[in-house]
């Protein structure tokens, strides 16, 4: 009989579990059920109180590490206290978010006890037993995988399922004992690189992306750099929406050539870059090659503008691809979008 | 050795970017057609690693760089022919399987292994560097699992930036959600950094340095030692190529203005 421990922690406010973290608890019930598995849930963060009130109708026993140590993410402190949570749980299956801050972790707990782990889970089944589905090749390979050995740890991608909604009632967590290791490492805050201006937002409906081509000659001849960074810094704060990069435009900041200045790897999408989640994708200047594609796998509509009409755009990745020039027209969205303001 | 760092760097190989992937089941299980025959890169990720080794270890005298890479020795020495040329390193080679669905804990206690065994490194100026993530497993477990078992519990991952101050601590940038940066400062080494893009550029080619790299990889490819990877117990029910193919709507001669109305229609809906 399998015992699922979900491994969640507490938001910046100290006070909530992260959504992800819901999600991940969202998993663990509906599992527990579908593999008449026992369920535990254990919770890491500074207090841990006023968070375990969201697993309230969970029908789990919740565990809890907390204190001053557990405040930061930080591998160290962290790694202790998912370690001992899992021993005082003794799961043969464990959920956990793939935050950045499970992600640093979580296979280091694995190995510590013995256990095994498998990340970025898009999907969970039950089929003979339990059954996961990851991507490989950065999303261009699917597959579905299973482990016969336990334990076996599986990081849950955030924005795959709905969170948990607690029911009415009372937790109260058991507080689990942490042996820290001596702590060599201080968090001391989070700096956003982009001068002052968000250009990542990962709950924005739409992504705009800006490809090389922003930044080569016009037809007369010239770099219009300043130009194309008032039409795409324009969009994002008429429309809200994040900024996602080519790899070839971030790198070029990186060799001192013409650069839009708010860019940085952050921002790149694709094969060496990130694979966001939006409803919608505006790609504009970029070629559509597979490499950056790769990054759009989870955009649900995609609408491109690029003045070849060969490019990979036209091959099936976008839903429609307009040949026209992205300075005209993205001055005229923005036009469009300032007079509906 | 105030300051000097041994730094490890883990790096596997992976299919060109641009090359079109189609999985196969072989006799080894899953894996990718004509896997062996596709051209090969050295990780992206790991590649950042390995050149911010680089740039580390000239900054800071009496440091020594090691590249230690896991992969068929024939796919080895192609890749390194051109890595060899960008910056300096000692070559630890493993001989063993290629590719993406071989399991990473077995991939990391080869790497343990063979660092555990490099003559010479200072575990105490241990720095681990690899990638965040590999371009072909993209787990994530890889290098975690390795400093584990190494014995450092000071890890960082998603890693664009390391500073080194003068009394021997480092401050580190990290990757968090919101395109954000986590800023931790460790005291020291020994410590364990994935790199994502890190910021340096490629560096170019340089044929002196590929020359002194040359003398010690074709000896290291030599004596590279033969391992299997043990699947742990994880088998793969399925493997398939994502569906993505949509119908594209060209649209050709349309009026820029008319073009906005429909983006701008679009984006209310």
């Given at each position: ?24 608890v ?13 369920l ?67 296979p ?20 003979d ?33 709905a ?36 250009t ?28 194309a ?113 | 050795?105030?300051n000097?760092?041994?730094?490890v ?19 080894a299980?899953?894996?990718?057609k ?30 020594k760089?090691?590249?230690?890479s896991?992969?068929p ?6 890749v390194l ?124 080619n ?64």
């Amino acid at each position: 009989m399998e015992k699922i421990l979900v491994l969640t922690h507490v938001d910046e406010s100290g006070a909530a579990l992260t959504g992800a973290s819901l999600e991940s608890v969202a998993a663990g019930v509906e599992f527990a059920g579908l593999l008449d598995a026992t369920l535990v849930i254990g919770i890491v963060g500074a207090q841990t109180e006023a968070a375990a009130q969201q697993l309230a109708g969970a029908s789990a026993r919740v565990l809890s590490v907390s204190g001053e140590a557990f405040a930061q993410a930080r591998y160290a402190s962290d790694a202790a206290a998912c370690e001992a949570l899992c021993r005082a749980a003794e799961p043969t299956l464990v959920f956990a978010p793939a935050s950045s801050r499970f992600a640093r972790v979580i296979p280091g707990v694995a190995y510590r006890l013995g256990g095994f782990a498998d990340t970025h889970i898009t999907a969970l089944a039950k089929g003979d037993g339990l059954t996961a589905s990851r991507s490989f090749y950065r999303q261009r390979v699917e597959a579905v995988v299973r482990r016969e050995t336990r334990p076996w740890f599986l990081l849950l991608e955030g924005g795959t399922r709905a969170p948990y909604s607690a029911a009415a009632g009372q937790v109260q967590p058991e507080p689990v004992a942490v042996t820290l290791p001596p702590l060599r490492t201080n968090v001391t805050g989070t700096r956003a690189p982009s001068q002052g201006e968000q250009t990542i937002r990962p709950d924005a409906k739409i992504l705009l992306v800006a490809g090389a081509g922003w930044t080569k000659k016009q037809p007369d001849g010239q770099v219009h750099g300043a130009e194309a960074e008032a039409l795409i810094l324009g969009f994002l704060h008429l429309t809200g929406a994040s900024l996602g990069s080519s790899k070839s435009l971030v790198d070029q900041g990186g060799e001192n050539q013409s650069v839009l200045k708010f860019m940085t790897h952050l921002n790149q999408i694709g094969q060496t870059g990130a694979t966001p989640r939006h409803a919608k994708g505006l790609s504009t200047c970029c070629h559509g090659e597979e490499p950056h594609v790769v990054g759009w796998r989870f955009i649900n509509e995609r609408r491109a503008i690029n003045l070849d009409a060969n490019c990979g755009w036209a091959r099936g990745k976008a839903d429609v691809l307009y040949v026209a020039d992205a300075f005209k027209v993205m001055a005229k969205v923005n036009a469009l979008l300032a007079e509906k303001k | 050795m105030a300051n000097s760092f041994h730094i490890v760097v883990c790096a596997s190989i992976v299919p060109d970017p641009l090359q079109t992937l189609e999985p196969a089941a072989g006799p080894a299980g899953s894996g990718l057609k004509n896997e062996m025959m596709l051209p090969a890169v050295l990780d992206p990720w790991a590649a950042a690693g390995l050149y911010e080794a680089a740039n580390l270890a000239a900054k800071h005298p009496g440091s020594k760089v090691w590249l230690v890479s896991l992969g068929p020795k024939a796919k080895l020495q192609q890749v390194l022919m051109t890595v060899a040329q960008k910056v300096p390193f000692e070559l630890v080679a493993i001989d063993g399987p290629l590719g993406g669905f071989t399991d990473a804990h077995s991939t990391a206690a080869a790497l343990a292994e063979a660092i555990a065994a490099i003559p010479g490194l200072d575990r105490e100026h241990l720095l681990l560097f690899g990638g965040w993530e590999s371009a072909s497993r993209g787990a994530g477990v890889t290098l975690q699992t390795t400093g584990e078992r190494l014995g450092i519990t000071d890890q960082f991952q998603g890693v664009d930036q390391i500073t080194v101050n003068e009394d021997g601590s480092f401050e580190v940038l990290e990757r968090v959600e919101g395109g954000k940066h986590q800023v931790s400062v460790c005291t020291g080494a020994p410590a364990v950094l994935g790199w994502a893009t890190g910021n340096l550029p490629e560096p170019r080619n340089s044929p002196q340095v590929g020359m002194a790299n040359m003398r010690g990889i074709m000896p290291a490819l030599q004596k590279a030692k033969n391992v299997k990877l043990d699947a742990n117990g994880l088998s793969y029910i399925s493997v398939s190529l994502p569906k993505q193919k949509r119908e594209t709507r060209l649209v050709k001669d349309m009026p820029e203005d008319e073009i906005a109305r429909e983006i701008v229609a679009w984006i209310e809906e």
